[in-house]
């Protein structure tokens, strides 16, 4: 069954473009992008380096998974820790997860100090994520239940009481299969509770562990 982790989280529901004023004649241009994967962090940063490509730097932060247990950043040439950290905290401040934030930089011909840019970067991540639509994904694992016709009733009743999606019905001379998305939490309270009301005649089957 699941192991214990977040069946929710919080990202954003399509990607953002935003740009505070000049810092001492700097521009600083933030980006926040919805990604799944690191190659598809990897793959849109990209994007960003090449169609920006006269900038002086292109800075950056994703964090990824529904714990947000997997992250990276990057100084991009600045001084260490000057921009990719403050970038992550901005994210992470916010708890938001699945999101790549690339903070893009056309310096102005004055330095700002390791302070100056700590501040810099941080305030164009941030306004791009308090301008990114957000949403929540609710984390689903998908299921193989299977009952005879005379156990539909009991079936469908214990179905009802819990958050699931049913993706596919399919009928037998054997009964009924359904493959069904069941949030996280819930998957062992619905296989005891199915078990239960169909005394045990039923069949509960977590499906990538079936594969």
């Given at each position: 069954m699941p192991s214990e982790s977040p069946d929710a989280y919080r990202t954003i529901a399509n990607s953002a473009k935003a740009e505070p004023h000049k810092t001492k004649g700097s521009r600083f241009i933030g980006e926040a992008l919805p990604v799944e994967t690191e190659e598809e962090a990897r793959e849109r940063l990209g994007t960003v380096r090449?169609?920006?490509?006269?900038?002086?730097?292109?800075?950056?932060?994703?964090?990824?998974?529904?714990?947000g247990d997997t992250f990276q950043y990057s100084d991009d040439g600045e001084p260490n820790g000057s921009a990719g950290r403050p970038i992550f905290r901005q994210i992470e401040g916010r708890e938001l997860t699945n999101v790549l934030v690339v903070?893009?930089?056309?310096?102005?011909?004055?330095?700002?100090?390791?302070?100056?840019?700590v501040r810099a970067y941080g305030e164009?991540?941030?306004?791009?994520?308090?301008?990114?639509?957000?949403?929540?994904?609710?984390?689903?694992?998908?299921?193989?239940l299977r009952f005879a016709f005379a156990d539909t009733s009991p079936a469908m009743?214990?179905?009802?009481k819990f958050d699931v999606e049913i993706a596919e019905t399919n009928y037998s001379g054997e009964g009924t299969e359904m493959l069904v998305n069941v949030r996280r939490s819930?998957?062992?309270?619905?296989?005891?509770?199915?078990?239960?009301?169909?005394?045990?005649?039923?069949?509960?089957?977590?499906?990538?562990?079936?594969?």
């Open positions: 090449r169609r920006e490509h006269a900038a002086t730097h292109h800075c950056w932060a994703y964090r990824l998974g529904p714990a903070v893009t930089r056309y310096y102005g011909g004055t330095k700002l100090g390791t302070g100056g840019l164009a991540a941030g306004l791009v994520l308090d301008e990114a639509p957000k949403h929540e994904v609710i984390v689903r694992v998908p299921l193989r009743h214990t179905i009802g819930e998957v062992e309270r619905l296989d005891a509770a199915f078990v239960e009301a169909l005394g045990g005649r039923g069949d509960v089957v977590e499906i990538s562990s079936d594969m």
